[in-house]
């Protein structure tokens, strides 16, 4: 399985220089390193700067965001590198700023690669002097900074040259009291050693265990399989005994009369079906709280 990092945090805060520090050094050990990135960026060093820095696979995503709203863009972007590059052993994911990181797994946790990607977490960037003026932001954008720090793994606190002594150790203390465990890195211009990253992001995830957000949050996803074909209102019954903790499941379906497995997606309790005109897994991705109890029964 590929590992895949993906890489979050708010407009500029330095996300590019950290995913260019992280291709030279992974590069220096040897491995090789695909990207998949937004052009829906502030920083106009992306897709050149990567390509610039050697023979990197990079797909990107135009004019969108790695959301749920652009899952199914991902999802080919993501097919696309494994197809088009067979050596690949480490899958660095660069979102725009304005993405959710929740939303931006949920699209990347696809059934169509349940086996064949291992997410291994959330690094997130934040930028120093932009947080001491974090009030001065609509309330909207406020949250999604917030959330963004809530969900990560590992914290790069950027630019820590640009605020004082003082200032950085209110803002360490700050982003401590919003995410209890993840190891916060003073950083400047992107500089966080991937072996750091690696290291902290190690401990084997399966796929009962949490592997979509922060440690301090029970958000987890778990993949339900279908031994045989089954009937669409039978499924719908079911996801109305489903407790409010199940947030969001996609995946394929094996339905009775239906040649291939149908699309099903759920959230937020409302429930959507559409055809598939070729063989797809017969798998479910379910994310929420909780959910290990929670399985098909045939």
Known sequence: MIDVYL?????????????????????????????????????????????????????????????????????????????????????????????HPVEALDAVYSPLFADRLRVKGIVTVADAPRWLHREELSPRIHSL??????????????????????????????????????????TVQGKLDF???????SAEKSTQQPII???????????????RPVKKEDVEAWTTDLPDTVYRMKGYIPIEGVKNPMLFQYAYGMVNWMPEYIKMPERLVVIGEGIDQIDWND
């Open 145 to 186: 900074m917030l959330e963004q720090i809530r969900h990560a793994h590992v914290i790069a606190l950027n630019k820590s040259d640009l605020v004082t002594e003082s200032q950085l150790a209110n803002i360490s203390m700050e982003l401590a009291n919003l995410n209890t465990s993840a190891p916060i890195v003073q």
């Open 7 to 99: 890489y979050s945090g708010f407009l500029g805060s330095g996300k590019t220089s950290l995913l260019l520090h992280s291709i030279a050094q992974l590069k220096a050990e040897g491995k090789k390193p695909a990207v998949l990135m937004n052009e829906f960026g502030e920083l106009p060093v992306d897709s050149d700067s990567v390509s610039a820095s050697g023979d990197v696979p990079l797909k990107e995503l135009l004019s969108g965001c790695i959301c749920c709203t652009g899952s199914e863009k991902t999802e080919a972007q993501l097919q696309a590198l494994l197809e088009d590059y067979k050596d690949i052993d480490v899958i660095l994911i660069e979102t725009t700023g304005a993405a």
């Open 213 to 227: 957000s922060g440690k301090n949050l029970p958000l987890s996803s778990k993949v339900i399989s279908f031994s």
């Open 195 to 201: 072996s750091f990253i690696e290291k902290t992001l």
